[in-house]
């Protein structure tokens, strides 16, 4: 006579399913507020980081090419592009880009445009405002000629208000700023600390 043991049933009840199933429930519904908070605050910092690299970019190639190189602020990257100190997308280049946003890269047909980015790139719900113009001219030695924009401030109304220093308000919002000297940074307009760092 063989000698049988007795099966064992593996897997999960039905019951144990749905507890599982609630529990998830619950901490996503806790979860979800916070995490869209998250998501339109990375695209503020996206898109304040993607203009800081621009900038920057811009610097270093009038450095490299000792020429007037020229970072603007642009309403679309179309052939119908125009400056715009509200624009999110921006073009790198040696010659004026406007109503040429939509030429390739080029060392050799105008406008010589060596960069460019649009605004929908990880930051669609991201909104600028520049002060002082819609462009920056970076001279052969790297310094912020004359009549250039001075700040570009990021933000995102999606979610909410820009945090200021006193209220716990969602948005954290982000200024990029350009010294005359050529000086390209990014900090915190909510950070009023003096011996932070990120302090505008």
Do not use: H
């Amino acid at each position: 006579m063989l000698n049988r043991r007795p099966s064992l049933q593996c897997g999960f009840t039905l019951i144990e399913l749905l507890i599982t199933v609630a529990v998830l429930g619950i901490v996503l519904m806790i979860a979800l507020p916070n995490m869209g908070t998250w998501i339109q605050n990375t695209q503020i910092r996206t898109s304040a980081e993607a203009m800081q690299n621009g900038l920057m970019l811009a610097r270093a190639e009038a450095l490299k090419r000792n020429t007037t190189v020229r970072f603007q602020l642009v309403s679309d990257l179309s052939s119908t592009c125009t400056y715009s100190d509200t624009g999110r997308n921006w073009v790198v280049s040696l010659n004026d880009a406007s109503g040429a946003c939509d030429a390739g890269a080029s060392d050799t047909t105008a406008p010589f445009i060596i960069q460019k980015r649009s605004g929908m790139e990880g930051s669609p719900n991201a909104e600028v405002s520049a002060t002082g113009g819609s462009t920056v001219l970076f001279s052969g030695l790297g310094r912020a000629m004359a009549g250039s924009l001075t700040e570009i401030n990021v933000r995102n109304t999606v979610n909410g208000a820009c945090k200021t220093p006193a209220g716990n308000e969602p948005m954290r919002c982000l200024r990029v700023t350009v010294s005359p000297g050529g000086g390209v940074r990014m900090c915190d307009p909510a950070v009023n600390e003096a011996t932070d760092p990120r302090m505008c």
